[in-house]
């Protein structure tokens, strides 16, 4: 059994074969998703596929690249949004210097105030960080709730045993799979099992062999696969201690 903690199955790629997407997978073994929202459109159906499926659950927040058009009232749509039973978390919510799809500051600034909404409602919430660690860190300790996960981790060793030690937990998604990526392999390492969550981001990040492929929740597999083999741990193992890991933080069962 496994566990897809990210995906985007929402997505307009997905929208010409969604139903038998996530109909296929509970016999392709994933038998629990997050379906995480990126903006108030996509909280809106995250929320809906949640009530529609009994194993996929909902996450509530905006993505850095769209909080250029926030406003404070989008924070009681989602307070509201995650008061209903199958959301189980804030995010995405975070910082990406890569893409700055919106200016730093403003970027920061949701960030800061989506994370004191989680706290607030004592809720999980899933950090979306590109080429913003330093910032992304600093934002989490001065806000010093830490019920979060770093989700499809790109920093170094070193920086997963220092979220480890405020508490949080590291996702790890398809790159961890990739021949050239040795730092995130080196990363996933460093985390101890017991923080240790999978998933597909998928539409995006296909995992080996299926790079630049339109990805789903099926492929999570190839993700536990390469963890386990790196954890020196059976498939199976790995499977099941992240699926726990998964239900404990997301508070699911
Ligand atoms: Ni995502």
């Known amino acids: 059994m496994l566990f897809d903690t990210h995906a985007h199955l929402d997505d307009a790629r997905f929208d010409e074969d969604r139903e038998s997407v996530i109909a296929a997978l509970p016999k392709q073994g994933v038998r629990l998703l997050v379906n995480v929202g990126a903006d ?3 909280c809106r159906t995250s929320v809906s596929l949640a009530e529609q499926y009994d194993f996929i659950y909902a ?3 905006v993505h850095p690249d769209e909080t250029g058009t926030l406003c404070e009232k989008d924070m009681e749509t989602l307070a509201e949004y ?8 804030i995010g995405e919510i975070g910082l990406d210097y890569h893409n700055n799809g919106a200016p730093k500051e403003v970027q920061r600034r949701w960030f ?6 989680a706290q607030e409602l004592s809720m999980p919430f899933i950090v979306h960080d590109r080429d913003a660690h330093a910032d992304t860190l600093a934002i989490l300790k001065e806000c010093g709730y830490f019920h979060g996960v770093m989700h499809c981790y790109s920093g170094s060793a070193q920086m997963a045993r220092e979220v480890v ?9 398809g790159p961890v799979t990739f021949k050239n ?25 296909s995992p080996e062999p299926f790079r630049g492929k339109r990805n789903d929740s099926s492929r999570v597999r190839y993700v536990a696969e390469e963890i386990a083999r790196l954890k020196e741990i059976s498939f199976d ?15 699911i069962g």
């Open 112 to 117: 800061e105030r989506q994370l004191r909404l």
């Open 40 to 42: 108030m459109d996509s």
């Open 165 to 173: 030690q405020m508490g949080m937990m590291v996702s790890f998604a």
């Open 82 to 89: 995650a008061r209903r039973d199958k959301v189980v978390a």
């Open 237 to 251: 193992e790995l499977a099941r201690i992240t699926t726990e890991n998964g239900k404990r933080f997301f508070r």
């Open 181 to 205: 990526a040795p730092k995130t392999k080196e990363a996933a390492k460093a985390v101890p099992l017991e923080r240790l969550m999978i998933e597909t981001d998928s539409p995006y990040l």
């Open 59 to 61: 996450a509530v927040g």
